[in-house]
């Protein structure tokens, strides 16, 4: 085994029923459930152990056991691994962190990961919990430079989760699942790498870690929520999403662009919906995280969103799902339509048709049918349009098998012919 000279690490839990896949791509796995010892072992792969080389004691942690690190000596030289290279390559995407419980003491900083305790000039980088509340960064270029968070709520003697993501070279840091810090800098590769601090120790100050883990890629924002999962965490063995395809909760569906009963989907999805609007807002919630698509074919995510991009929800990887009817497939007046939606989930488990089935829909244009309405006007009848009107803000549908006769000095946004419908320029 490998070891690395370290100053700490933290630990995670599990309490919900909805979980990204965690174990994709992950790399190491330090519980620190010893109870006695100067190593905390790496359990996955057995590859990066640490050694402890700090006044350290064994105790109680987030889940189990935890590390609590004081630092009490002048200097700490770590022995170098492979995670150094791995932070500091500018090609690489990782993630890596865990749960925190600090105190500065007399000092205004308590130490949380550094990647070198060499001179300014090599690029170290040390990371660190600052009494105001704050994660702070101090890195090396040639001289010293410090980047602050915005406000984290750290208080002393509380447990919070912290994650590091970097893409490239650029970092993002997180506290309890927000984004707090984003900055880019280029670390000098082949450097030693630690938990906690290369510095001279203060009076009463230390970092407890307990279950830190490193992933091999940079980690979304809905999987950073899993692990925080509200305070309560998610724990290596990590909770393996469901086998099958996102269900809808029949229960959640709503029409918000409904002019009555917007929920009646919840009672039968034949309930027939009355809308204005042709490319109607529908909302509902999927059984895990889930992206979805909106079409009028019964068709499931992945051929809805070939057929067009635009059909895509707004929430993606996500259970609470906003679905707007794109432009292209927009509602003709007049007669009853089917809306249907398509969800695949984050592991690509979907059905092989539509999620929801057909949803009953009856749209109706709120204006004369050759009056030219709002941002996608569809027509539902040939058309001859009077002279010098600007419609320059509003496209319009064409179906087969009707035409739009118009003026040369009139002027649409776009004029799409869908089917075989048609138009003229009267000179």
């Not at 870690?209 to 924002?221: A, F, I, K, S, V």
């Not at 490319?279 to 051929?303: H, K, V």
Request: aromatic share 12%.
């Amino acid at each position: 085994m490998k070891s690395i000279f370290i100053f700490g690490l933290t630990m995670i839990l599990l309490c919900n029923t909805t979980f990204a896949d965690l174990n994709t791509d992950l790399l190491r796995v330090w519980q620190f459930n010893e109870t006695s010892g100067t190593t905390a072992n790496e359990i996955l792969r057995e590859t990066e152990d640490i050694t402890i080389a700090a006044t350290y004691a064994w105790i109680a942690g987030k889940s189990a056991n935890a590390l609590n690190l004081t630092t009490t000596v002048a200097k700490n030289n770590l022995a170098g691994g492979t995670i150094g290279n791995e932070l500091a390559d500018p090609t690489s995407n990782v993630s890596l962190g865990g749960w925190l419980f600090v105190d500065w003491g007399a000092g205004t900083d308590a130490p949380i990961w550094v990647s070198t305790n060499a001179p300014a000039s090599v690029k170290g980088i040390y990371t660190k919990a600052y009494s105001n509340g704050t994660i702070y960064v101090q890195y090396g270029d040639g001289g010293w430079h410090w980047v602050y968070s915005a406000p984290a709520g750290i208080t002393r003697n509380t447990w919070f989760h912290y994650i590091m993501t970097k893409t490239n070279n650029e970092r993002k840091f997180y506290v309890n699942g927000v984004l707090v810090l984003t900055y880019t800098f280029t670390p000098t590769s082949g450097v030693t790498w630690s938990i906690g601090d290369a510095g001279a120790g203060i009076l009463g100050k230390y970092t407890v870690y307990d279950e830190w883990y490193m992933w091999n890629r940079t980690l979304p924002q809905a999987e950073i929520d899993s692990l925080y999962n509200s305070g309560a965490g998610d724990y290596y063995p990590f909770t393996v999403p469901p086998a099958g395809p996102p269900n809808i909760d029949d229960s959640t569906w709503n029409c918000s662009s409904a002019t009555e009963n917007q929920d009646a989907w919840q009672t039968s999805k034949d309930a027939v919906i009355n809308v204005t609007d042709s490319t109607p807002t529908i909302r509902f919630t999927t059984s895990e995280n889930a992206d979805c698509a909106i079409g009028t074919t019964l068709d499931n995510y992945t051929t809805l969103i070939a057929g067009d991009s635009d059909r895509n929800c707004t929430t993606t990887g996500s259970t609470d799902q906003v679905c707007t009817l794109p432009v292209a497939d927009a509602l003709t007046s007049g007669i009853i339509s089917n809306l249907t939606v398509g969800c695949r989930d984050t592991t690509g488990n979907e059905n092989t048709s539509s999620t929801s089935g057909f949803l009953k829909i009856n749209y109706t244009s709120a204006s004369s049918p050759c009056t030219p309405s709002g941002s996608v006007w569809v027509m539902t009848e040939s058309c001859t349009l009077p002279t010098n009107a600007d419609y320059s803000s509003i496209t319009a549908y064409v179906p087969s098998p009707y035409m739009l006769t118009i003026e040369a000095n009139i002027t649409f946004q776009k004029i799409i012919l869908e089917n075989g419908g048609t138009y003229a320029i009267k000179r």
